[in-house]
């Protein structure tokens, strides 16, 4: 920070609440080992301010910013193109200022897949998948492991109604993947003990909140839990889950993942392989 200077360039992140985001450690030690004049800083934008704030940040020049919980489909109206990656989600978690046009991305479901991967050794595939909520995050997640193969996910969220939607959108761009929606109050053994992936996308668990009406006795053995919630390094889920003997990791793969190829967006090249991770494990 304290060579910020005339030439540096700002890029950043707009979210309610902001207080707890770990992206300003991981991408502003990417730039530091990159060599790059680049500054990366959290902004505190509510939902009334979205609109705003977004003629702000393009007036003010900033190479680009991420886009956090609530903003992710509210953001939409207010960019001038959607990257494919974001067409298909229906949701913007990475903003570009090209020239005069603010060209919005979504890295999350990328990132997610790549964390799966690297973390749980999980690829998708045949296997049924639990995802936990239908807001922005469900739908980014979704849209990826669709493009990566996945055959079968179950949507479950407290308002039928915004799942249906979810589902309704998905289907008619990934017609290879069977997708429902079950209602939380109504989440069968049967469904449990089908499922090799679980998948919260929800919020829950950021404060030490427990996800209500999961019985994770139900789930077979071999299966998986990926808790996205990142903020603090045992989530309540992740622990439960460990506790019976599943492999449960946090959110903190596919903050880096999603980290990275926001990097390169902004920047033009790849960040140096593992800082980002080192500086949040630090």
Excluded at 184 to 197: A, K
């Amino acid at each position: 920070m304290s060579n910020v200077n005339g030439k540096t360039s700002v890029v950043g992140i707009i979210g309610s609440p902001i207080q707890h985001t770990l992206s300003p450690i991981m991408q502003n030690a990417a730039f530091a080992a990159s060599l790059l004049n680049y500054v990366y800083i959290p902004f505190l934008v509510r939902p009334d301010n979205l609109e705003q704030a977004v003629v702000g940040l393009k007036a003010l020049g900033v190479c680009g910013f991420n886009v956090t919980i609530p903003h992710k489909t509210a953001i939409i109206p207010f960019l001038d193109r959607l990257d494919e990656s974001a067409e298909s989600a229906g949701a913007v978690n990475t903003v570009k200022l090209c020239g005069t046009s603010l060209i919005g991305y979504n890295t999350d479901g990328d990132g997610l897949v790549d964390s799966l991967s690297r973390d749980l050794d999980f690829l998708p595939g045949a296997e049924q998948i639990l995802v936990l909520g239908a807001g922005g995050a469900a739908r980014g997640a979704i849209a990826a492991l669709c493009r990566s193969g996945a055959k079968k996910i179950v949507v479950c969220n407290r308002s039928l109604e915004n799942a249906l939607i979810l589902m309704n959108d998905m289907k008619v761009r990934y017609r290879e993947t069977c997708i429902e929606v079950i209602d939380q109050n109504q989440l069968s053994c049967e469904c449990l003990g089908l499922t090799s992936l679980l998948l919260n996308t929800t919020p829950l668990g950021m404060n030490g909140e427990r996800i209500e009406g999961i019985n994770l006795s139900n789930f077979p053995e071999h299966a998986k839990v990926y808790d996205m919630v990142y903020s603090c390094s045992t989530t309540p889920l992740v622990k439960e889950s460990s506790e019976y003997g599943f492999r449960a990791v946090n959110g903190l793969g596919m903050l880096v993942a999603q980290g990275e190829r926001g990097f390169e967006i902004w920047t033009g090249q790849k960040p140096p392989e593992d800082v980002m991770r080192k500086a949040l494990m630090r």
